[in-house]
């Protein structure tokens, strides 16, 4: 009986061995890759899947357990080595948990004139549910939606709404750019500009409130660094920190939003939030994961919106699928009188290397428009 248990066990041994090795090779891996300053894709998607690496972390060493534990040099520093690479996992996602203080306050009084909600949705173009967005939009009733990927056939689907939404602007396009930006709110000068790329649009207007107040929005989806976009995350980045410098120094209220194509916790978000002074609603509420709507486990924030230090929040949510591999996201603000002292105070400066980066990052990517 003996000679049988352990005959079962070997196999059943090796494997967990193999395991600890490779899943722990991973874990190391993607933490150094996600240190490292180079913006090839390969190393920039270490940027995205932080929460699933951190489950990987703990498989490894579940398996390390399961192996007899610390019992060699090499087990012995793959455990340290996991341990230090599990807490800088877990440093960059925490202000995305509800333990972390929230980086926008909650607004507790009434809603009035000086509010604003908003839908953004990349609607996938092949999809063609546009009846599932049109019902949360009636649903919701947004000052204004925001769709991405939208093409001639999308935007014909959504005629539907320019009676309630008689401010448009429409970009169809049918390279996964396309985009359209409906408002109930009067819109001011808007812009169609071309950034980086001649190919990938941005909207900007100034947004008139119901209380008369304006404020400037910009509307954004950026290439991603992908093996089939991209083959790098510069055009990404420095479109990002065009308008973080932009935000910085527009007399304005502010609202940048999109699919940015980037997560709220890489190195690149956080500095495009230092650069602009904007702060993000889902410090201290949570992930708001918005893709991949088709795959649970595969699933990050991708879908934006940043707001300036005058606005407070009365709600955050991630809806429902409508057939696209992203979720739509909604939100509902409230523009204060003057800037909130609980915002203002937790607006972090970036330091004079990070500028230069910045700075480096816009020159590589010789952009046509700096100034908006």
Same mark, same amino acid.
Request: hydrophobic residues 40%.
């Given at each position: 009986?003996?000679?049988?248990?352990?005959?079962?066990?070997?196999?059943?041994?090796?494997?967990?061995?193999?395991?600890?090795?490779?899943?722990?090779?991973?874990?190391?891996?993607?933490?150094?890759?996600?240190?490292?300053?180079?913006?090839?894709?390969?190393?920039?998607?270490?940027?995205?899947?932080?929460?699933?690496?951190?489950?990987?972390?703990?498989?490894?060493?579940?398996?390390?357990?399961?192996?007899?534990?610390?019992?060699?040099?090499?087990?012995?520093?793959?455990?340290?080595?996991?341990?230090?690479?599990?807490?800088?996992?877990?440093?960059?996602?925490?202000?995305? *948990?509800?333990?972390?203080?929230?980086?926008?306050?909650?607004?507790?009084?009434?809603?009035?004139?000086?509010?604003?909600?908003?839908?953004?949705?990349?609607?996938?173009?092949?999809?063609?549910?546009?009846?599932?967005?049109?019902?949360?939009?009636?649903?919701?009733?947004?000052?204004?939606?925001?769709?991405?990927?939208?093409?001639?056939?999308?935007?014909?689907?959504?005629?539907?709404?320019?009676?309630?939404?008689?401010? *448009?602007?429409?970009?169809?396009?049918?390279?996964?750019?396309?985009?359209?930006?409906?408002?109930?709110?009067?819109?001011?000068?808007?812009?169609?500009?071309?950034?980086?790329?001649?190919?990938?649009?941005?909207?900007?207007?100034?947004?008139?409130?119901?209380?008369?107040?304006?404020?400037?929005?910009?509307?954004?989806?950026?290439?991603?660094?992908?093996?089939?976009?991209?083959?790098?995350?510069?055009?990404?980045?420095?479109?990002?920190?065009?308008?973080?410098?932009?935000?910085?120094?527009?007399?304005?209220?502010?609202?940048?939003?999109?699919?940015?194509?980037?997560?709220?916790?890489?190195?690149?978000?956080?500095?495009?939030?230092?650069?602009?002074?904007?702060?993000?609603?889902?410090?201290?509420?949570?992930?708001?994961? *918005?893709?991949?709507?088709?795959?649970?486990?595969?699933?990050?924030?991708?879908?934006?919106?940043?707001?300036?230090?005058?606005?407070?929040?009365?709600?955050?949510?991630?809806?429902?699928?409508?057939?696209?591999?992203?979720?739509?996201?909604?939100?509902?603000?409230?523009?204060?009188?003057?800037?909130?002292?609980?915002?203002?105070?937790?607006?972090?400066?970036?330091?004079?290397?990070?500028?230069?980066?910045?700075?480096?990052?816009?020159?590589?990517?010789?952009?046509?428009?700096?100034?908006?």
């Amino acid at each position: 009986m003996l000679n049988l248990l352990l005959t079962l066990a070997f196999p059943f041994m090796v494997v967990i061995v193999v395991l600890q090795w490779l899943l722990g090779s991973i874990s190391l891996i993607s933490s150094l890759a996600s240190l490292i300053r180079w913006d090839e894709w390969w190393v920039r998607v270490f940027d995205f899947p932080r929460i699933q690496i951190l489950v990987i972390h703990l498989l490894a060493l579940l398996c390390i357990f399961l192996a007899g534990g610390m019992d060699g040099i090499a087990e012995s520093v793959l455990v340290v080595g996991l341990f230090i690479s599990f807490i800088y996992q877990f440093y960059n996602i925490y202000p995305y *948990t509800v333990f972390s203080p929230k980086e926008v306050v909650d607004h507790k009084g009434k809603t009035d004139d000086r509010d604003i909600s908003l839908i953004v949705s990349n609607v996938y173009t092949p999809n063609r549910h546009s009846d599932i967005l049109i019902h949360l939009v009636r649903q919701y009733k947004p000052d204004i939606l925001l769709t991405l990927e939208t093409d001639k056939w999308w935007e014909k689907q959504l005629e539907t709404l320019e009676e309630e939404y008689p401010y *448009t602007v429409k970009v169809p396009l049918d390279n996964l750019y396309g985009m359209h930006l409906y408002s109930k709110l009067e819109l001011h000068d808007p812009q169609v500009l071309y950034l980086v790329e001649d190919f990938i649009p941005s909207v900007h207007a100034q947004v008139a409130l119901r209380s008369g107040q304006k404020i400037k929005i910009h509307c954004l989806h950026p290439q991603p660094p992908s093996p089939t976009e991209s083959d790098t995350s510069t055009s990404r980045d420095a479109e990002l920190l065009i308008i973080g410098k932009n935000s910085k120094e527009e007399s304005l209220p502010i609202l940048v939003f999109g699919d940015l194509n980037d997560v709220a916790w890489s190195r690149t978000t956080r500095l495009f939030r230092k650069i602009s002074g904007l702060l993000d609603p889902r410090i201290g509420r949570g992930y708001f994961n *918005t893709f991949h709507a088709k795959y649970p486990f595969f699933r990050w924030p991708l879908d934006h919106i940043f707001v300036s230090k005058h606005f407070k929040l009365l709600t955050l949510k991630v809806l429902p699928s409508i057939g696209s591999d992203h979720f739509p996201v909604f939100s509902h603000l409230h523009l204060m009188s003057n800037p909130s002292p609980e915002n203002e105070s937790v607006e972090e400066e970036p330091d004079q290397e990070e500028k230069e980066w910045a700075d480096e990052k816009i020159k590589k990517a010789n952009p046509k428009i700096v100034s908006i």
